[in-house]
């Protein structure tokens, strides 16, 4: 049986993030005080007293948007995040009192049937608890006093929480998992992909530039194997990311690489291998993660005159920091080239993943030695007594030297590259490390 499912909802700016925050024991939802920060449903898998459980994140109901469309997805993101919660935290703020906006929620609740209980926030003050009084009137379940900015009635919340919903059992962390960070510019079709692939409408899809601002995640198996596809905001120039939240969600993108196995660069055939572009494939190979380039809106490719071949051949040019990582054709319009998506991932994964045999690896190495021997400097010859991997994910080696500061950059790519030539591991780094050890 899966885990429960803790849903957080509410009118905009009531502290429903900052309530996920809290709870989750780490900023995970964006928190400000500008209304309908959160567009997308966030999730993550927690733990409060041994209880083990999902909590969801939502946009606030009611709000304004400037976009129909755009509120018309956030609508469907609430909906879909009622849909599947076990239960169900309702936040109000006492200082506003039980509002219209307050009542509409209350009616999408009745009408889940789901079990909830009712939280109001910024109850920090003897003075404040006065309020609660009004909140009564609501009828839907006796007002719990919390503060979710200073930590006051949290625990109460959740025993009170998970006393409305049935025993689950405990789902174990799959260590073979595959997480995957799906990255790139705004607007380059990343949230349509990622719907596509996980077979849902997880991610909010609209025209506006930079509709995703928190990551969301979707973990499912394919073929027996755990995959997590991490969506995430698009990546602007720093010039453009002078908003304190926008600046955030960048931040995020790249906390969500750090933690991924495999990034999914996305670029857009019409603007392909920006500056940008490059900026964040170079934070990709910084952050020694294995690498998948998708060349999304294939279907455009007809009326622009666009070559497969020399567009591959311009961004297999542009990468090369990710050597041998595949390069596929996609439309997330069309689903062209979507089903490609995951065996790659897959395949890149299993070579970021791979041991090889030490004496394998020494073979190697003494043999690209005796092709091309280590340049010296003056008296001074650099010599290189053997080589170990010494972990994988990412493929890392060891190689121990008398004079390691000696053996040029040059060399040390020349070395990688017969091990690759040899081994594959392609669209994975190699991280070659040089050890200092006395000649015997």
């Known amino acids: 049986m899966s885990l429960p499912i803790i849903t957080i909802i509410g009118r905009q700016n009531v502290g429903?993030?900052?309530?996920?925050?809290?709870?989750?024991?780490?900023?995970?939802?964006?928190?400000?005080?500008?209304?309908?920060?959160?567009?997308?449903r966030v999730s993550i898998n927690t733990h409060w007293s041994g209880n083990r459980f999902d909590l969801v994140d939502t946009a606030g109901v009611g709000g304004n948007s400037n976009s129909?469309?755009?509120?018309?997805?956030?609508?469907?993101?609430?909906?879909?995040?009622?849909r599947v919660a076990d239960a169900i935290i309702m936040v109000v703020d006492v200082m506003e009192g039980v509002t219209s906006g307050d009542i509409d929620v209350i009616n999408i609740i009745r009408k889940s049937g789901k079990p909830c209980v009712l939280a109001?926030?910024?109850?920090?003050?003897?003075?404040?608890?006065?309020?609660?009084?009004?909140?009564?009137?609501?009828?839907?379940a006796d007002p719990i006093p919390i503060s979710a900015y200073h930590d006051i009635g949290i625990t109460d919340l959740i025993e009170k929480i998970f006393g409305l919903i049935p025993k689950h059992d405990q789902e174990i962390y799959e260590p073979n998992g595959i997480r995957i960070a799906i990255v790139g510019r705004p607007n380059v079709g990343k949230s349509a992909l990622f719907n596509l692939i996980t077979d849902s409408n997880r991610s909010i899809v609209s025209p506006m530039p930079g509709t995703t601002r928190d990551a969301v995640d979707s973990t499912f198996a394919f073929q027996n194997q755990s995959l997590t596809f991490i969506d995430t905001a698009g990546l602007r120039r720093r010039g453009k990311t002078q908003e304190n939240l926008e600046k955030y969600s960048v931040i995020r993108t790249f906390n969500s690489i750090e933690k991924s196995h495999v990034a999914m660069l996305v670029l857009d055939i019409t603007e392909i291998a920006t500056a940008q572009d490059t900026h964040i494939g170079g934070f990709i190979d910084q952050a020694s993660k294995a690498g998948v380039i998708i060349l999304n809106k294939w279907d455009l490719s007809e009326n622009m005159n666009i070559d497969s071949e020399l567009l591959i051949s311009k961004v297999t040019n542009t990468f090369k920091f990710i050597p041998g990582v595949p390069i596929l054709l996609t439309s997330a319009e069309t689903g062209f080239g979507v089903k490609k998506i995951i065996p790659s991932i897959i395949r890149v994964w299993k070579e970021y993943s791979k041991k090889v045999d030490d004496s394998d690896l020494s073979k190697t190495l003494f043999d690209a030695m005796g092709e091309k021997p280590i340049p010296g400097s003056g008296h001074r010859r650099p010599k290189i007594f053997n080589i170990s991997q010494t972990r994988t994910a990412p493929p890392t080696f060891s190689l121990a030297s008398n004079n390691p500061h000696l053996i040029h950059f040059?060399?040390?790519?020349?070395?990688?590259?017969?091990?690759?030539?040899?081994?594959?591991?392609?669209?994975?780094p190699l991280v070659m490390q040089f050890t200092s050890k006395n000649d015997e």
């Open 410 to 428: 040059s060399y040390r790519r020349y070395l990688e590259n017969k091990i690759r030539k040899m081994f594959g591991f392609d669209g994975s």
């Open 16 to 40: 429903k993030s900052t309530l996920f925050n809290r709870i989750a024991g780490r900023r995970i939802a964006i928190v400000s005080d500008i209304p309908g920060t959160t567009r997308d």
């Open 68 to 82: 129909e469309i755009l509120k018309t997805e956030i609508d469907l993101q609430f909906t879909e995040a009622v």
């Open 120 to 140: 109001v926030n910024k109850v920090d003050s003897p003075t404040r608890e006065i309020g609660l009084n009004e909140f009564y009137s609501m009828a839907i």
